[in-house]
């Protein structure tokens, strides 16, 4: 509970207290013990008296706990487990608050280390990786404290590495399981320097054994390296330690074994950041407790949260997404981000960033604070956080976090830290620097945390360094970095006031004005040809003023709120004029389409009341029109393109289109494929509007298919229900006592129960049925139609011919990688639809 400011509530009877004196009201039992706990040995310098402060704070909060142990057992336990998971940087804090109880209460610490050792085998299940880890991490920091016996700890690390062996000697595709075995090893070696020195000390013998297992493991694990992961594609020189970062992959787990086998083989385990307790009185108290044995650690033989009969591709994609690379990339030279640190503890408060970070997102501003201000070495502290910051907003496949939460807490870092400016800009200008290798959905990434933070500093940034980008040829990968950039900062602000932030040399990149466009789009043929018929630019000579009558006439009906089925006899009613562009069906639905834009344009809002409204009218024209997918996709095209220069509600009203059923998820994916911009260079904006309606198309099946699988499980418990109101009705009939009108009431209410929930279990799953279909027809055809563009872009350049074939890569060097972000852009899409599903 955050302390209280001021005088009390009531404000009577007391004394008054100055502005910054903290008043903390009455708290209830619980919430006393919450505080007390989670603030432990929270003392600040300049509140410290003396360096055994925190030592005091820590034995009077083990005393005052040890008089509550019989009333408040289970939430003291549960209380100080989930402290020593989610506060990183106190974990021996609250291992020696354990120990202190251990003394007198040795019951209640038996309890909490089977809880704590349920708790792993739960969280392990659930595929709970950061709390399984922590856990690992707390058992060898209570070995520190006399707690657990050294040697049952070292069987159950044993246990880990061992089943993490039998993957790599089972001869299996190292996909389907390395993920996850150098997860288990991993989180043993960052649990060691907790109680390395106690291991060491009393069980040489196991831990060198420990240590022999896992180099074994490192010799049979057979992907070294993820080029996949790979954030720039080819290095600048030899030494680009940047470029050969795999975001943290399998290359990551070889960093951890030499750190900690350095602190084996120097036989020294002390770490500065890790804070220990070191009062002399606590070390005799802890000696003299008993300590307890940690029980084996239930491993799952099968990587957990993997479908066990999955295809293998399935499996190997389930097991990336439940166990994900770490996130790092080397943007920084050593000295900025190491300092005087050595290796091991550049590692650990790697680790005490990434914890904050995970426990603390709920909670921006406490996460800022404490990355800012709660880390225990300040050495360097700036250049390693805004390293570790960007390798996890630029981690592959994905962030853990969309860039909006990288950029808020970045902007709140910027605050606190005065110095974290300069090593967060190095971070962008080494990007920037490698815009030709970066990978360019990182690109994107980038380019839309770029834009958040500027528009938090009023666009404050040193634009004369990015001015040669202006006259770079429009695929240079710069240039459209920087246009990126500016179309996302129109998308949070106006162009007017974008326009004014920015030097006016740069407005020749800035997006156009996000109205509505006069014309729409055309309609592709299934071979990816636009349809003559369906051209409905607005500004055709022979009918200028006649597109522009109907289009008026139909907005004023939509502004007088005409309903659908008036509005639609009014249309009829035109037919029979010739002249009138509403004469035919083509005409009748592009003026409709137009007007139901521009009566949107005024706001969100507007447009999608505007579209729900018209629904049905919307629906009539179209089947006028065709039967045939080229008419839906035209309409689609029409939508997109009517917004060309606003990509955030051309995409809007596209998904508003499709949660209305106007437009199918087929069609805009056939529209997609067939419109030019998907594979063009020169327009990058349209370009990403183009993948992006792919995705928004992906996105609705799956959430369709995820609401009627809820839809399903809904009416599966609705049949429950109405079977046990049938057997309770049916148990009261044979109780001779039962009132007969009462039995025979509840035996009717009962059958039209299963009635009712029988009709809705039919229909639920018909629903599911149709969206399991419906999902799968679009997938298939998304993945047709990357056969199709992919073997057709190859074919024309063959046919170009070896010559012209060299010059094409030459002129479009970008070319290739540019595909691969769309592709990898889709399927980024799809990963994570998919894992939100789950």
Known sequence: ?????????????????????IYQPDMSRKDSILTMIIGVADVSEADAATPQDRERAVGSTARRLAKLL??????????????????????????TL????????????????????????QALARVDINRSRMLLRFFAALTAVHVLRPTTVLAALQSIIDAARGFAESGTEARLWQP?????????????????????????????????????????????????????????DDADTAAQSDSGGASFLPVVWEAVNGMRSSGNWSCAAIKRVTWEEFEAQLAESDPHELAPLGIPAHPPGVPTEAPPAVAAAALLDAFPPRGSIALLPREQTHGSKSDIDHLIMEQYILDTIHYFDGDRVACAR????????KDAVEGQLAEVLFSQMLCLPQPHFRAVAYSALMVDVCKLLTKFARPMSACIRECFMRMGAFDPQLRGRLAEWLALHLANFDFMWPWDRWSHVIGAPSHDPQRRFVMATLSHLVRLSYLDKVSGGVPSQFASLLPANPVVAEGT????????????????????????????????????????????????EWIKQTEHEASSPLANPHGRLHACAKALFLAGSKSLTHSDTYLQRYRKLMHALLADVSAEETDAAGFAGMALTAWRASPQRALHTLAKLLSLDVVPADAVV???????????????????????????????VIEVHKAALLGSEAATAQVAGAAAATAEAAELGEHMEADAEDVAAKQAAAAQATTDSEAVSTAATLALEQAAALQKA???????????????????????????????????????????YCIINLLVGLYSHARAKR
Not at 1 to 21: A, L
Not at 101 to 119: I, R, S, T
Not at 180 to 198: K, N
């Open 1 to 21: 509970m955050p302390p209280y400011r001021g005088p009390p509530p009531d404000g009577r009877g007391q004394k008054r207290r100055r502005e910054d004196e």
């Open 70 to 95: 019989d009333r408040e057992t289970e939430l003291i336990r549960q209380t100080v487990l989930d402290c020593a998971v989610e506060l990183s940087t106190k974990t021996m804090v609250y291992a």
């Open 98 to 121: 354990i120990g202190l109880l251990n003394g007198d209460h040795n019951n209640f610490v038996a309890g909490f280390v089977k809880a704590a050792e349920q708790d792993f085998d």
């Open 180 to 236: 996850y075995a150098d997860f288990l090893v991993g989180s043993v070696l960052m649990a060691l320097p907790w109680g390395g020195s106690e291991l060491s000390a009393s069980a040489t013998d196991q831990l060198d054994l420990l240590f022999s297992c896992i180099q074994g493991y490192l010799e049979a694990r057979l992907i070294k390296y993820q080029p996949g992961l790979q954030p720039f594609a080819r290095p600048l």
């Open 370 to 377: 404490k990355l800012a201000l709660g880390l225990p070495i």
């Open 521 to 568: 789009a055309q309609a592709p043929q299934a071979n990816g040809s636009a349809a003559a018929s369906a051209d409905v630019d607005m500004a055709d000579a022979n009918g200028t003023d006649g597109e522009k009558m109907a289009v008026h006439q139909v907005l004023e009906k939509i502004k007088q709120k005409t309903s659908s089925p008036a509005l639609l």
């Open 670 to 700: 056939r529209w997609a494929f067939a419109s030019p911009e998907l594979l063009t260079l020169q327009d990058g904006i349209q370009n990403d509007v183009a993948w992006d309606a792919v995705d928004e198309a992906v996105g609705h």
């Open 778 to 820: 679009t997938l298939l055809l998304v993945f047709e139609q990357f056969v199709r563009v992919l073997t057709d872009g190859k074919a024309a350049l063959s046919e170009a011919g070896e010559g012209t074939a060299e010059a094409l890569q030459q002129d479009n060097s970008r070319a290739i990688n540019d595909d691969s």
